[in-house]
Every structure is written in C-alpha cells, then in structure tokens.
C-alpha cells in the first residue's frame, strides 16, 4: 500500500516525513526542484502514534510559518507575482537577450584564444574566414516549450 502526493515545497514534505515517523510510515521524497513529491509506503509496523500531542503541535504551525508556506506553496502552483514565463530573467517569451550588449575586451579568455589561433574582428570564423561573423542570438523561451515552438 503506497500513496503518492503532489509536489509541494520542502518545509510541507518536512512535516509529512515527520508525520509519517510518528505513524512508522515510510516516506521518501522523489524528484528534483518544483517537481519533488513525497511517497508514503505503509509498513507491518504502521499504527497509531504513541503521543498524539506533539502531532497537534506540528499541524498547527505558527503565524509565520503559515505565511511562508503559502508563499512557497504558490511558486510551485506556478502563481507567484511578477512570473512571466521567461527563462528568469524578466524577459518575456522570445526577446533577443544581449542584442544591445558591447563587444567583448581584447582581455576577453575567448577573445585572446581566437587571436592567437588567427583570427581578428570582423573576419568569419574557420580556416578560410567563411563562418559566421556576428554573434550567436540567445532568444528566450517560455518554460516547457520546445526549441521549435513559436
């Protein structure tokens, strides 16, 4: 017997292992990020717990611990203020990032290395000087979307 929950923040899977300890259910948290869920197996020895008072005061958290659940609680239903579906830096969905940017210092790590391989500014990249001239474009996409996706 075994039951799955939804992901939740790590404070609320915190209190359900410790909830699971009292009632010797074992618990396991699986996943990674917004997606880590708990798993709760009944074992032979699940049963009611010894000293149900400190469960109650477990339940109940404080004033603060409430506020920081709800707020935890809505990132990971994907409604927190201010989210726009960009890849996290405030930029919306298919925005050129560091178009306006300058060119990089002759002090530059890759800068230096393709000179010393014989390459100079405004030449193509490649033994022949016919790659390309201009930088890659770094376009941001909305979460979970494909490279393809418009």
């Known amino acids: 017997d075994s039951l799955q929950l939804p992901p939740m923040p790590k404070p609320l899977r915190r209190k359900i292992h410790l909830l699971c300890n009292h009632y010797n259910v074992k618990s396991q948290s699986v996943g990674s990020g917004k997606r880590r869920f708990p798993i709760l197996v009944k074992t ?3 049963k009611m717990p ?28 994907g409604t927190r203020k201010g989210g726009n579906g960009g890849g996290g830096n405030g930029a919306p969905h298919g925005t050129v990032v560091g178009a306006s940017a300058s060119a990089i210092s002759g002090e530059n790590l890759g800068h230096r290395m393709l000179t010393k391989m014989g390459w100079s500014p405004g030449v193509g990249l490649g033994a022949a000087g016919e790659g390309i001239t201009q ?12 490279l393809g996706h418009e």
Do not use: H, M, W, Y
């Open 44 to 46: 032979d020895r699940t």
């Open 50 to 77: 010894i000293n149900p008072v400190n469960i109650t005061k477990l339940l109940n958290p404080s004033e603060k611990e409430l506020k920081e659940l709800t707020r935890l609680s809505a990132q990971f239903q």
């Open 135 to 146: 930088p890659i474009e770094a376009i941001v996409r909305a979460k979970r979307r494909g």
